[in-house]
């Protein structure tokens, strides 16, 4: 048996299953704490189905916590950013786009030093250690708890950021390193960026990972914990601690994989309605379309892994007013704040029981309230979410429609433009069940120099690498499959230089039960 949670900003819900197959499912308020209620979702599930906790294999979270934390700018490490980039790369520094807010609460410091290579791996200079111990130096007489090291095309030659995060961890032992290379793209900037973040979560991490597994083992599950991906994959509680950045968008991308499997339709459009917003995503062949553009992230550029997915502010606590819906939510407050639990607030979850649509609450509560407003508003849910669809399309061929999430309930049976709206059974913690399913990646994104009639040498090279990675991270090599693959000719630079991207995926291994 595994037991899937996912965390939303109104909801944890939470998924019994064995194999395919749901044995229980809750969904219960998201604390604001949260790990309170993820113990709460686990003995429900307990409740509902009881189990032996010594019989659960895998226990996988989705968590907003990370994210979350970023975008309130709360409770991030100090934090320097070192990038070996001298001579070139000076005139743009370190978080030189970022808001002056997150700048301010990482009390962000920046460095500039010798190093770097150039796309083919020549340097660009040599790396200086006196000028690496003088800026640790620095760094520690200014607190600095965590370091971010980005050297230019690190990507397709990280020696240099090895050899700094040695120099560095020599003079400061205690300070958590980030490196670039394992985080981010091409892309200097970008790649920069998304690594400061990581930085700056680590001591988070470290925190919130401890707290998971507290609430799990306080149930009496001694399993390995997971916590889900970006791009639907699992890591475990260290990689996790690393890597605090790969977890921001796992609550569309568990949705997506939920409705992949609940719904057998491996090419489609996602519509995952949760008490906040309504994020609208594509799969391809059973994963998330990743975005092929830079990714802002709390108003910061970054160019790591992320599905692509459109967010619109409605949902199950989206308040409803005469000319709008959404995009504030009563959030978490919603069985308080909500008509038919007896609060004062206007919701969509008021309108989706005065359509009949759903049995939520109390329904002669909101018996009161005008037909027109009723139609008006669902009119406006539903047109929205058709124009998000519709931008989500890249070729002319519709793209069948899965509903989950349970805000759901305030779509119709058909979306104009994308025909009939699919909403398979247990759509309501589709989410829940995709962090439960989910399997292993490994991922190669790199600029080869490819040589005269290597080109095929070169492409098997960089898939077993993917495989390998794969395996690595705890996927069983028999179940390991290329997923995805992409090779495009860089012509502005010499060499017959080539990025190529390849994606191996397999299903987690997991000991005897």
């Keep these: 048996m595994r037991i899937g949670i996912d965390v939303g900003g109104t909801n944890t819900d939470a998924v019994l299953l064995d194999g395919r197959e749901v044995l229980a499912e809750i969904k219960t308020s998201t604390t604001e704490d949260v790990t309170s209620g993820i113990v709460a979702a686990i003995d429900g599930l307990q409740r509902q189905r009881a189990f032996d906790p010594a019989a659960v294999r895998a226990v996988m979270i989705g968590t907003t916590h990370f994210i979350n934390a970023l975008v309130e700018a709360h409770r991030l490490a100090p934090t320097a950013a070192v990038r070996l980039s001298l001579p ?260 969509a979850t008021d309108i989706a029981v005065a359509a009949g649509r759903a049995e939520i609450g109390d329904p002669g509560l909101v018996a009161h309230l005008d037909r027109e407003l009723v139609q008006a508003a669902l009119e406006r849910v539903a047109g929205a979410v058709s124009d998000v669809v519709e931008r989500m399309r890249t070729s002319a061929e519709p793209l069948p429609v899965v509903a989950v999430g349970g805000g759901s309930i305030l779509l119709p049976d058909k979306l104009s433009g994308a025909g009939e709206v699919h909403r398979p059974d247990h759509y309501a913690v589709a989410n829940a069940i995709g962090a439960a399913i989910a399997q292993i990646g490994g991922e190669v994104d790199r600029v080869y120099a490819i040589e005269p009639g290597r080109r095929d040498t070169v492409v098997d090279e960089a898939k077993q690498e993917a495989v390998d990675r794969a395996v690595a991270a705890g996927a069983s090599p028999s179940s390991v499959d290329i997923v995805d693959f992409d090779e495009v000719p860089i012509p502005y630079l010499p060499g017959n230089a080539t990025r190529i991207r390849v994606k191996a995926v397999g299903d987690l291994q997991l000991g005897p039960a």
């Excluded at 800026?135 to 200014?142: L, S, T």
């Excluded at 914990?225 to 991308?253: E, I, K």
Aim: glycine share 12%; aromatic share 4%.
């Design 88 to 347: 070139a790369g000076a005139s743009l520094p370190p978080m030189v786009d970022w808001p002056q807010r997150l700048v301010d609460a990482i009390a962000g410091r920046s460095y500039l030093a010798h190093g770097g290579h150039e796309f083919d791996g020549r340097h660009i200079s040599e790396l200086n250690a006196d000028e690496l111990r003088r800026a640790a130096e620095d760094m520690g007489n200014a607190g600095v708890r965590s370091v971010a090291i980005t050297s230019v095309f690190s990507p397709v030659n990280a020696e240099f950021e090895a050899q700094a995060a040695e120099i560095i961890s020599a003079e400061l032992p205690d300070v958590a390193i980030s490196l670039s290379h394992e985080i981010g793209r091409i892309g200097l900037l970008e790649r920069e960026n998304a690594t400061v973040i990581n930085a700056a979560l680590r001591e988070l991490a470290a925190h919130i990972v401890d707290g998971l597994a507290a609430s799990v083992g306080g149930a009496g599950i001694t399993a390995p914990l997971y916590l889900s991906q970006n791009d639907g994959t699992l890591m475990d509680v260290d990689f996790a601690r690393r890597y605090p950045v790969a977890t921001f968008a796992s609550g569309p991308t568990n949705s997506m994989r939920g409705a992949a499997v609940l719904s057998g339709l491996d090419t489609c459009a996602v519509v995952d309605v949760g008490g906040t917003t309504s994020d609208v995503g594509v799969l391809r062949q059973g994963f998330p379309r990743e975005a092929t553009t830079d990714v802002s992230v709390a108003g910061i550029r970054t160019n790591f892994r992320m599905p692509d997915v459109l967010s619109i502010g409605i949902g199950g606590g989206s308040r409803v007013r005469p000319d709008r819906v959404g995009p504030d939510s009563v959030g978490y407050e919603l069985t308080s704040k909500a008509l038919v639990f007896g609060g004062d607030t206007l919701t």
